[in-house]
């Protein structure tokens, strides 16, 4: 079975600008949730998606936003990119069950903001 | 808001030593508490979890004890390897039970360095 996948890898953009990545879940996990890794505060959580849906949502600002396709995998967007947006993003996906809450993270991807 | 505090920040130990990193929470709603191994260049992955409803869970080298009424659980590697050197991150969470979402808490990680 294929893990999560994230693309792209890396990605480099200057203040200002767009970004928008992309994840794919594993076949059968509806649930797509978003991490920011940066150095020291480990993982924040952005926000989450089942069924096409946001159930949940970190504490972040508005030029953060994602969605999810009927096919479950997500985008996440950031506008007006800053520099302190640099940092790993991860995505993850779940059956998000009680008895199975297991997050399987794809690699991330690498956003540097110049 | 830190809501899981995590300890320490890294760690060296020598080969077959016993790391042990800490964890404390605030939220008296978690119910379920995991933690997770991250390699360099790769995402975190669940290396063994706990419900509180007990106080140890061993699975292969990797110990969890937890301390409901001090809020505090630690991760212990038993003769640890320099394959395990690694971020260890530790977790919360409060489980779905309504159809709603729970975001996982992270600890700020651990950076540990077994040498040989």
């Known amino acids: 079975k294929a893990g999560v996948t994230q693309t792209p890898r890396y990605l480099i953009k200057t203040r200002g600008q767009q970004v928008t990545l992309s994840c794919s879940p594993i076949s059968g996990h509806r649930s797509v949730s978003w991490y920011q890794q940066t150095p020291g505060q480990g993982l924040q959580f952005l926000f989450e998606?089942?069924?096409?849906?946001?159930?949940n949502k970190g504490n972040f600002p508005g030029r953060f936003s994602g969605r999810q396709f009927s096919n479950s995998r997500s985008e996440m967007n950031v506008s007006t990119l800053e520099l302190g947006d640099s940092a790993l993003y991860l995505c993850a996906s779940s059956l998000q069950t009680y008895t199975n809450e297991k997050l399987f993270f794809g690699s991330g991807t690498q956003l540097s903001v110049l | 808001q830190q809501q899981v505090k995590q300890s320490p920040q890294s760690l060296i130990v020598q080969k077959g030593g016993i790391p042990i990193i800490n964890c404390a929470y605030e939220n008296t709603a978690f119910d379920y508490f995991p933690w997770y191994q991250q390699f360099p260049g790769k995402g975190p992955a669940l290396l063994i979890a706990i419900r509180p409803d007990v106080s140890e869970k061993k699975e292969g080298r990797f110990t969890i004890s937890f301390n409901k009424s001090a809020k505090q659980f630690s991760l212990h590697i038993m003769d640890s390897q320099p394959g395990d050197s690694a971020t260890y991150f530790c977790a919360a969470k409060i489980a779905d039970r309504s159809g709603g979402y729970q975001k996982v808490t992270f600890g700020t990680g651990t950076k540990l360095q077994v040498i040989p």
């Open positions: 998606y089942f069924s096409e849906t946001q159930r």
